[in-house]
T-cell receptor, first 112, second 118 residues
């Protein structure tokens, strides 16, 4: 079983609040990713990192930001949440060769 | 650009029967990896099966097998003896090898929602 953890699993907050979604992995992977997914829909890459102090924006524009200060930790932050941010956010990591992704259980965010 | 296409948004199958999910991809690479991922309702995305492009033999994992047609750029997933627990969204994905077009990112298809009926 993959060792990648996301918290919180579920979050309901009001508009304008700052939120941070946590993601940690214990596999020593350099590559980490954040995907956004609406229910029953495709995955959209919003951020990725290839190592400490490396972050890049993904294919889908997002108002969120990420940081990578430690190899194992890749948090995602929304400074001011809006209802349009309501979605599921999936964190993943991968090793260096095959591209195989290991996913966390996801964080389901609802902004009222 | 490399793309992955799953042309079946939704499928259904009776329990114990066999179902095949389609996936096609576009690439100029010769070495790459292909994956099928399973995402059960409200549960974690997990890897179902992986295929290395340089291997001619189709990958199998218990009831799950693939039909990898490299020339046709086709990578279908066959689920035999379908079980209720197979109900999920299935994603096909492509990872380029070490060529110049390797962005280091997995490219996903749009997904196919499979319903297994009792």
């Amino acid at each position: 079983e993959a060792d990648i953890y996301q918290t919180p699993r579920y979050l309901v907050i009001g508009t304008g609040k700052k939120i941070t979604l946590e993601c940690s992995q214990t596999m020593g992977h350099d590559k980490m990713y954040w995907y956004q997914q609406d229910p029953g829909m495709e995955l959209h890459l919003i951020h990725y990192s290839y190592g400490v102090n490396s972050t890049e924006k993904g294919d889908l524009s997002s108002e969120s930001t990420v940081s990578r200060i430690r190899t194992e930790h890749f948090p995602l932050t929304l400074e001011s949440a809006r209802p349009s941010h309501t979605s599921q956010y999936l964190c993943a990591s991968s090793g260096p060769y095959t591209g195989e992704l290991f996913f966390g259980e996801g964080s389901r965010l609802t902004v009222l | 650009a490399q793309t992955v296409t799953q042309s079946q948004p939704e499928m259904s199958v009776q329990e114990a029967e066999t179902v095949t999910l389609s996936c096609t991809y576009d690439t100029s690479e010769n070495n790459y990896y292909l994956f099928w991922y399973k995402q059960p309702p409200s549960r974690q995305m997990i890897l179902v099966i992986r295929q290395e492009a340089y291997k001619q033999q189709n990958a199998t994992e218990n009831r799950f097998s693939v039909n990898f047609q490299k020339a046709a750029k086709s990578f279908s997933l066959k689920i035999s003896d379908s079980q209720l627990g197979d109900t999920a969204m299935y994603f096909c994905a492509f990872f380029p090898g070490g060529g110049s077009s390797n962005t280091g990112k997995l490219i996903f298809g749009q997904g196919t929602t499979l319903q297994v009926k009792p």
